[in-house]
């Protein structure tokens, strides 16, 4: 288990946020096109509304990598980040495990696929988003971090304002868009 500690930055001004951590150090990692697929039931609420079971496949550019992965992502708390315990497994057959998850009634899955560019900077990890624009039309920063003060330090060092960050899980977005 991996303890998560993030949130997301909004800007007008995304590519220049990017490009200002490169000027003060941030180093590219991965540059990913990620697929991910949300897995739920159509009978049962098995999944606390909180939290969430993904499978994530990603084909990373900038290394020449592809992987498989499934995640069940446990919400600790929303203060000032969001912390999340993070279970994942590594797998090779998608299409068995899709067949593994129906046969124990993880029959919903909904896909959507996203552009991260990933940096290491300041020990933190900065992946810059793009999603479909059908599934969520702006694109954010999510910085990863070891614990608030680190986050503090982050934020003060790219200049990011508070009223930027927000602390919501990429449902939570798209549920208040859909209600605008």
């Known amino acids: 288990m991996e303890k ?12 220049g946020l990017m490009d200002k951590a490169v000027e003060m150090g941030a180093k590219m990692i991965a540059h990913e096109i990620q697929e991910n697929i949300l897995i739920e039931s159509n009978n049962f609420d098995l999944i606390d509304s909180s939290d969430y079971l993904r499978i994530r496949i ?12 499934l995640t069940y992502k446990k919400r600790v708390n929303d203060t000032n980040v969001r912390h999340y315990d ?15 998850l129906k046969f124990v009634k993880l029959d919903k899955q909904s896909s959507s696929k996203k552009e991260r560019k990933s940096f290491e900077f300041m020990d933190a990890r ?28 982050i934020i003060n060092k790219l200049g990011i304002n508070k009223d930027q960050i927000s602390t919501e ?12």
């Not at 998560?4 to 590519?15: G, M, Q, R, S, Y």
């Not at 990603?58 to 992965?69: A, M, Q």
């Not at 899980?169 to 605008?180: N, P, T």
């Open 86 to 100: 993070e279970y994942t497994i590594e797998f090779d057959s998608e299409e068995n495990l899709k067949q593994i």
């Open 4 to 15: 998560e500690l993030e949130c997301k930055v909004f800007t007008d001004d995304f590519n």
């Open 169 to 180: 899980s990429i449902s939570e977005l798209r549920s208040k868009l859909q209600e605008s």
């Open 126 to 153: 900065l992946d810059f988003d793009c999603w479909d624009k059908d599934f969520y039309p702006y694109p954010y920063l999510e910085i990863e971090v070891k614990d608030e003060e680190h986050l503090k330090e």
């Open 58 to 69: 990603s084909k990373d550019i900038f290394n020449n990598v592809n992987k498989k992965f």
